[in-house]
């Protein structure tokens, strides 16, 4: 059974003057009790849109959001709020998301005084001091305003507080994308330990393929509001069948600078704006491998095996498009030291 | 271009003095990039920052030099230093959207900019150079993100409107911190091929702060490796890349996430900046740590006689990396 489920769902942002932007588009996808869903794809394609309309930070349009057999668009405020102790977020930027007058303990304690409002002012202390810990950040940093702290240790802060009450379901925007290997890795580890002992569900939003390929069971890839290709990461990583999915990952940086990594399948042309309404394939523009019907014929999202499916009309292809970067096989960085640090 | 010398930035705060940036040296050549990478928290904004002129109460930057084209940063009035800024030098925050004014649009940002800058120009003038840097980084609909507010941008938006701004009056210097991590593959590896041809065939220079060590690899000529707030390794990347010499550059560059592998993530936790360590910074977490490690500071040394490596470690004995040091060792007790 999954536990939140997504279906449908659309939002336009509207201003002024002027068309709206087509945030999201229709989108559909759901994800088990226990599993990780990443969700990858072009900057402004509305991936934080997504995780914010599922905590219902901010309305659809249209569509169902179901989490844990409740329709979350049609809950009160009083129900939202009890919903909220089980759905967490961890915001795409982490100083806006804090409040620069509350001392960083503060902030971590915050959802115990909502959530678990039995504990006595040193247990919460207690708790909060642990879970910076287990984030990596020295405790004695309770005291200092998230000003005073670097970008990694503030998007740290965000972590510890979405956690700390170990929420069933947590939205992860971008949620290492400030801080060096060894800390991502032992973020990375903490959420995987979670989930296996508390099968906590994560939607995983980010643009580091290899972070992706290590947390996540599945991907979708979205661009221009769409899902284009959605599967188990073998699928959408080893086997993209969508031609924005393979310029996405075509475009990987190599961490060894002996491997020059080069990105032949590129996308070119006019991007379009969100404000432009699409007529068939919303890839047509830029794609590498569009034929005549592209323009006109839309693309939907259809199975090509099962649990894997793809927008572009012309997948499978007998021949692959392109041979996707050979890097991407292992991520193979410079080889590791004989001498290893310990684990 | 720009030689960084001993800088030295403290933050006061209520437990004590904070250790943010402890004699940090470096340089920055013409048409070259140069990255900065190290532990979250080590001080590299901090030290961008502070060559900069952008710390501010409870920081004080309390010595060094910043030379940049024979004029020393650190030491020339705030207001000769903004007028430098944004033109001369441009500057990618790590927080693009501290960088913006949640109440002007961006078109009137950059005008405000360009303006300040380059004198009395028009709406339209200073509208169609907005709209030329937009539409370089990437930007889809660029004429409704310049009527837009700050609020209205996704987050790697943010950070291509910040990096046009930082670029649209072609500085000689672009500092970028952390500059493409809300960017997917494809717009950031456009916006690094773009940067890279303005620094290669204009002579610019560029610093680019990055945990991405793809980042480093594909696009850094030199990289200099910072923990605890100082530089423990410097050198041209492939070199460093192929042979870290220093056991954090070992361990950085063995975390790189691997698929079916378990992660690679160093155990125990940076000091505290505030009771700094007498010695190596890096001497408990080190698993080759020897004694004096933990007592005195190793100096800045060259790696094995290259011209430009140095390291600051007791390890290695000036011709010998560590790597094939316990080998050697081993070697000379068995002959
Ligand atoms: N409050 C808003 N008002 C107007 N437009 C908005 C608003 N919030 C988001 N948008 C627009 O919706 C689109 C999707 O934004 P979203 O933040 O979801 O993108 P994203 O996929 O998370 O991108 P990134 O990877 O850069 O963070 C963008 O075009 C953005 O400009
Ligand atoms: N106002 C302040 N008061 C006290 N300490 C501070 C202040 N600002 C920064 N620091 C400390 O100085 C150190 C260096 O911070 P800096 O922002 O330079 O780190 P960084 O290397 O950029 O890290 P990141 O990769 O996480 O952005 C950090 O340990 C931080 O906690
Ligand atoms: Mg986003
Ligand atoms: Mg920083």
Known sequence: ??????????????????????????????????????????SGSGKSTVGRLMLRLIEADDGEIVFDGHDVRRRSPEELRRLRATMQVVFQEPYESLNPRMSIGAIVGEPLEIHERGLSGRQRAARVAEMLDEVGLDPALAGRRPGALSGGQQQRVGIARALITRPRFIVLDEPTSSLDLSVQGQILRLLQDLQK?????????????????????????????????????????????DPYTRALLNAFLSPDPTVRTRDTYRLSGEIPSPTQV?????????????????????????????????????????????????????????????????? | MLEVENVTTRFRSRRGVVHAVNGVSFRVGSSEIVGIVGESGCGKSATIRSVLGLIQPPGEIVGGRAVFDGTDLLAIPAGALRRLRGSEIGFVAQNPFGSLNPILSVAAQFHNLIVAHRGRLSRKQTRDMALQALQSVGISGPERVLDGYAHELSGGMAQRVVIGMATVLGPRLLVADEPTTALDMTIQRQILDLLQDLVRKRERSMILVTHDLGVVAQYCDRVVVMYAGKVIETGPTAQVFARPAHPYTQALLGSVPRRGEEIGILAGRVPSLIDYPPGCAFSNRCVHALDRCARIVPASRPVAGEDGWNVSCHLVSGDADPLSREEDVRAHRAG
């Open chain 1, 197 to 241: 002992r508390l099968k906590l569900t994560y939607l995983y939003i980010s643009h580091d393929l290899s972070t992706v390929s290590y947390i996540a069971h599945r991907v979708a890839v979205m661009y221009l509001g769409q899902i284009r290709e959605i599967g188990s990461v073998d699928d959408v990583v080893n086997r993209p069948q």
């Open chain 1, 1 to 42: 059974m999954p536990i939140v489920q997504v279906r449908n769902v659309s939002k336009t942002f509207y201003r002024d003057r002027g068309p709206g932007v087509r945030a999201v588009n229709d989108v559909s996808f759901s994800i088990e009790e226990g599993e990780t869903l990443a969700l990858i794809g072009e």
């Open chain 1, 278 to 343: 699409q007529r068939g394939c919303f890839l047509y523009s830029r794609c590498p491998s569009r034929i005549e019907p592209c323009a006109s014929t839309p693309a939907d999202l259809r199975q090509l095996d099962p649990g894997h499916e793809v927008r572009c009309i012309r997948a499978p292809l007998s021949q692959p498009l392109v041979t996707v970067n050979p890097e991407l096989r292992t991520f193979g960085g410079p080889p590791r030291p004989t001498q290893k640090q310990q684990a």
